[in-house]
């Protein structure tokens, strides 16, 4: 099977929809222009035209709220936001209009919105350009809300949000635009509400969201070194979170961390503690224990950012503790460097 | 016709500003000329927004508002100083416009005769809330200066598919404000145009709104510049850059008796400034890692 990256599947199940179903449409600010959110919308204006791919004012809020006119109306929209952290100049349509819309219609309308948003991360982002708060929208009954991590589920859970007949927020990790893997060509999609065993284990179980799943991983493979084995648990979407796979894990391995790329308080990894607390209680061998951001807004500078975020090795020395193991050296280690992998401008 | 010796002196000794506003013309073109020469060594690791073109409106503005203030030192680059108006910077767009209009009702309120400004590009007009802004300080009948400075760009994306109106003056004409608007890249047309907005906030106790057309002359981002990429030509760029601000301002001190060569010195200067500021900003040391969590919070000191 060909390999493609995470952009490329975006862009993949944005042009095999479009071509499904002519009543999708993508816009947002910047979306035809020059740098084509990360690739993702390559091509579609040319192919598809521009009433099908177009740039809008820089006006959120307004071109949230005509989102759900035209979704309202037959039309199956996807609204795209460079960061995330414009979206939140929409809260009132999304919170206040969006996520009521069915319920105020006894659930008899269609809200068939697709809501694309990039969580940044790094080369001085700052703390407004670089918010996740994906648990701000899992917080809002009536908003579903994914996180894909592989080119795979990107293309699967996309195209599985742009079909649902309900508000999907879908938002993206800006460095795993990157990641690469065997994606089928044919159109497909993965369930809205299944998680994933990202990786099997016995030792302990790691919940992780987005970005914090590529560090996981880094860390299994370390600690495979030494005999210990992680069971990675990928919600992918946490609202509806169907818990089923967590708590199984859990069960099995008795530990579990949560790592998720957000900050912590009253934040989707307190909902994931919650529930594994409620429904493995006497199976716990320890209590679970939580890795995010840390409690501040993201600096700029490249020496605080890199305290700001959780990584590989935090979920290393925090697997070893549960597991009453001494700490093993991880100089010769070799960690995922932004650094080396991207250098500006943005 | 040629000016005799007596009157180009007198242009000289009376158009002090003229030099100021050179002066800080050239630093931040230089500055930015800096930047570009040392972005490439990776050691600024942030993402890069150059003014490079747009240098005139910025000037002005400032300017005018340090000189016409009682408490203000000419040529002080340090002009983030709240009393100025100048509160912070946002790059969510149009965000800190609204900042502008509370600092301004704060003003008001203990009557200490300042006036806040909000500096935003063309593309904040089109959120909402540079509407309720204007709308607030209007009816509130605000000391506030909006200063819209019009590239005619958002990133890449140019005005036609972004504003169903022709003329943003034409519309805010119709609040409760005072309305300027230019297209030049003098920065002493610029200066006096400012100066005026600045007088009828006084005068008709109102907000007033200055638009500025302006041309960006590098890349949205970066310290490129990006004709290559097709959506707006090298020609308009030609265009502009016939009316460059520096080279106009450069030309009126020599016609005014100012020297080559006095002009070269403080060229000079300007730039042993900045190669001084890049050494103390290379030596300077990173923060401790406990900075992170400082701050969060205001710190009774
Ligand atoms: C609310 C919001 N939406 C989108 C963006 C992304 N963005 C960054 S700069 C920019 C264009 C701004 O254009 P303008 O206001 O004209 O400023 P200029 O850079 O031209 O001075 C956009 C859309 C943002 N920063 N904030
Ligand atoms: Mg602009």
């Known amino acids: 099977m060909r390999r493609i990256n995470f952009g490329e599947a975006i862009r993949e199940a944005l042009w095999q929809e479009m071509e499904r179903d002519p009543q999708v449409f993508v816009y947002g600010v910047t979306v035809p222009a020059h740098s084509k959110i990360f690739g993702t919308v390559a091509g579609l204006a040319e192919r598809f035209g521009p009433e099908r791919c177009f740039d809008t004012p820089i006006s959120e809020e307004a071109m949230t709220g005509f989102g759900l006119g035209a979704a309202i109306n037959g039309m199956r929209p996807v609204h795209i936001h460079i960061r995330i952290d414009f979206l939140l100049l929409a809260m009132n349509q999304l919170v206040n209009m969006i996520s009521t819309y069915s319920y105020s219609h006894g659930g008899n309308v269609k809200v068939p919105l697709v809501i694309r948003a990039v969580v940044g991360r790094g080369w001085g982002q700052g703390y407004q350009h670089s918010k996740s708060v994906h648990a701000l929208f899992a917080h809002i009954p009536g908003l579903k809300v994914v996180l894909p991590t592989t080119p795979k589920d990107a293309k699967g859970l996309l195209t599985a949000a742009i079909r649902d007949e309900n508000p999907v927020l879908f938002l993206e990790h800006r460095w795993l635009y990157w990641a690469e893997e065997e994606v089928p060509e044919e159109p497909f999609s993965i369930p809205l509400g299944e998680g994933n065993i990202l990786r099997q284990g016995n030792d302990l179980t790691v919940v992780a969201t987005s970005w914090m799943n590529v560090e996981a991983l880094k860390a299994a493979e370390v600690l495979e070194k030494r005999g210990v084995s992680l069971e990675i648990v990928d919600p992918r979407t946490i609202a509806p979170f169907d818990d089923r796979l967590v708590i199984q894990s859990v069960e099995k391995t008795g530990h579990c961390i949560v790592a998720d790329n957000d900050w912590l308080d009253c934040g989707f990894s307190a909902e994931v503690a919650a529930r594994v607390s409620e429904k493995c209680f006497g199976r716990l061998k320890s209590p679970v224990k939580r890795i995010g951001f840390a409690p501040t807004p993201c600096p700029t500078v490249r020496c605080l950012e890199n305290e700001f975020y959780p990584n590989a090795e935090e979920i290393i020395r925090t697997a070893e503790e549960k597991l009453g193991l001494p700490p093993i050296d991880l100089t010769k280690e070799d960690f995922y460097s932004h650094e080396r992998k991207f250098k500006g401008p943005f | ?229 097709g959506y707006r030509s090298k020609e308009e760029f030609e265009e502009w850059f016939k009316r460059d601000t520096i080279a106009l301002q450069r030309k009126r001190l020599l016609s005014q008796g100012w020297s080559e060569a006095e002009l070269a010195e403080e060229e000079e200067k300007i730039n042993r400034h900045l190669e001084k500021s890049l050494r103390n900003a290379q030596a300077a040391p990173f923060p401790p890692s406990e900075d992170l969590h400082r701050g969060v919070f205001y710190e009774t000191h």
């Open chain 2, 1 to 229: 016709m040629k000016k005799s010796v007596t009157e180009t002196l007198k242009n000289k000794t009376e158009n002090r500003p003229g030099l100021d506003l050179y002066r800080k013309l050239y630093l931040i073109r230089q500055a930015e000329r800096l930047i570009i020469r040392h972005y490439p060594e990776d050691q600024m690791k942030t993402p890069m927004h150059m003014s490079m073109g747009q240098e005139a409106t910025a000037t002005a503005v400032c300017h005018a508002l340090v000189t016409g203030s009682a408490s203000g030192r000419a040529g002080s680059m340090h002009l983030a100083a709240p009393d100025k108006g100048l509160l912070c910077t946002s790059a969510v767009v149009a965000s800190s416009i609204p900042l502008a209009v509370g600092a301004a009702f704060a003003n008001k309120r203990k009557g200490n005769g300042r006036i806040a400004c909000a500096f935003f590009g063309d593309g904040a007009l089109e959120e909402g809330v540079f509407w309720e802004s204007l709308n607030a300080a209007s009816v509130m009948k605000l000391p506030v200066l909006f200063v819209c400075e019009d590239n005619g760009l958002a990133i890449h994306t140019k005005q036609d598919v972004r504003q169903g109106f022709k003329s943003i003056t034409e519309v805010v004409r119709n609040f409760e404000c005072s309305t300027f608007q230019s297209d030049s890249t003098d920065v002493e047309v610029l200066y006096r145009l400012v100066r005026q907005a600045v007088e009828a906030i006084g005068s008709e106790g109102r907000p007033s709104f200055l638009h500025l057309k302006c041309y960006r002359y590098l890349d949205h981002i970066g310290i490129q510049e990006d004709f290559d990429l």
